[in-house]
């Protein structure tokens, strides 16, 4: 079994730090929020955008699959009361020559495989697309 671990700490009223192995990233704890750091929710919708980016980089190599780039946008609407995430909303953009049957092919083993986005997917709604990115011609 794989275990996580990650370590943060209070840097004053503005912010704070998070580590993990050799990696640091500022975090916006400031309660009138800050533009220069991700906060907790923005960093909930940056892990499911690398889940499903690092799904898509294990899963092209057995699958043949060529492209050129891979972009995720992600939205997700909140409740006041009690806090929490609702739904969140995802685009995944794919630079590629591969038919839309492939593309599909993409999009389920993204889904199935993603162990943070299937998580999320668990306790809240996550539904999206996975789309050609249009030719810049």
Same mark, same amino acid.
């Not at 400031?30 to 955008?49: H, I, K, T, W």
């Not at 092209?60 to 050129?68: C, S």
């Not at 739904?87 to 953009?93: C, D, N, V, W």
């Given at each position: 079994?794989?275990?996580?671990?990650v370590?943060?700490?209070?840097?004053?009223?503005h912010?704070?730090?998070?580590?993990t192995?050799?990696?640091?990233?500022?975090?916006?704890?400031? $309660?009138?929020?800050? @533009?220069?750091?991700?906060?907790?929710? &923005? /960093? #909930?919708?940056?892990? +499911?955008?690398a889940?499903?980016?690092?799904?898509?980089?294990?899963v092209?190599?057995?699958?043949?699959?060529?492209?050129?780039?891979v972009?995720?946008s992600?939205?997700?609407?909140?409740q006041?009361?009690?806090?929490?995430?609702n739904?969140?909303?995802?685009?995944? $953009?794919?630079d590629t @020559?591969?038919?839309?049957?492939?593309? &599909? /092919? #993409?999009?389920?083993? +993204?889904?199935?495989f993603?162990?943070?986005?299937?998580?999320?997917?668990?306790?809240?709604?996550?539904?999206?697309?996975?789309?050609?990115?249009a030719?810049?011609?």
């Open positions: 079994m794989l275990t996580y671990a370590r943060a700490w209070r840097i004053d009223g912010g704070s730090i998070a580590a192995k050799a990696a640091e990233i500022v975090l916006d704890t400031d $309660l009138q929020g800050r @533009d220069d750091a991700f906060n907790p929710a &923005e /960093l #909930l919708l940056a892990a +499911v955008a889940c499903m980016i690092k799904g898509i980089e294990r092209t190599p057995l699958l043949g699959f060529h492209l050129r780039g972009e995720v992600l939205k997700a609407e909140r006041e009361s009690p806090p929490r995430i739904s969140i909303a995802y685009q995944i $953009l794919v @020559d591969e038919d839309d049957h492939r593309l &599909e /092919l #993409l999009h389920t083993n +993204v889904r199935k993603g162990t943070i986005s299937n998580t999320i997917a668990a306790a809240t709604e996550l539904k999206g697309t996975l789309t050609r990115r030719s810049a011609t």
